[in-house]
């Protein structure tokens, strides 16, 4: 499966933030765009999730998931193919607790109870959270709730997933199990992206590495990444 951009703009009312962008995104790829606050990670990724025009910024051309325009996709049948996950995950639950959540989630795909519950219980222990099942959402951790929100995600079938910086209200200790789920996760076929202001802890996980600023999408050559990853480096905020 492959999510593409070509030469892509987007704009809210008259200003332009991303300018000919060019981006591919590939089953068994894990990117990390980095990028200064305000420089339009969240907006590409919006855009690449097919959420605008519908919800807000205008495109100059398509961004196509297999040669389809992403936006023009039904909802139900994009969610087994492109997901996005955000900072904040409970915003967007609707149920008490993770099992019910999950459920609940599942139920649009018009699957057999016997499916729904194998998926969710493949979907638990892929993450690593089985145990949490029958836990009250509003009595996690923000990273468990990450966890949760990915699960779901996985349960979905979503080949292509985005996370719009996950782990801002996530503690190191989840953070890294989380970044080593998404390793996984690519191992076994998934696309990843993924925004970080963060960027220790990716050089060994991820196949490609992208800088946005003043409009422009950059992909930084494998040979750079130390110098764009490390802590010490100034070029980037
Ligand atoms: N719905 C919107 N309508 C108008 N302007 C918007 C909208 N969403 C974002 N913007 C503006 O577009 C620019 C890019 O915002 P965006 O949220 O994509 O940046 P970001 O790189 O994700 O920042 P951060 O790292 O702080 O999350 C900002 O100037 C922001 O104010
Ligand atoms: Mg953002």
Known sequence: MKLETHQLSIQYD??????????????KQFALLVGPSGC????????????????????SSAV????????SIKANQRAPQIAILFQHPEQQFAMDNVRDEMIFALENLSLAAEEIDKRIDQALQSVGIASLQHRQLSQLSGGELQKVA?????????????LDEPFA???PIHRRELQLVLKKLVDEGHGILVSDHDKSNYDTLITHLYHMENQQLERVADAAWGDFLSQRSNRIV
């Open 14 to 27: 008259n200003q332009i933030i991303l300018k000919d962008v060019d981006f591919e995104l590939e089953s």
């Open 40 to 59: 339009g990670k969240s907006t590409l990724m919006m855009a690449l999730a097919g959420l605008y025009p519908k919800y807000g910024g205008v495109l």
């Open 64 to 71: 196509t998931l297999d040669g389809l325009a992403v936006h």
């Open 150 to 162: 990915l699960a779901e995600t996985l349960a979905l079938g979503a080949e292509i997933i985005l």
């Open 169 to 171: 209200a996530v503690d």
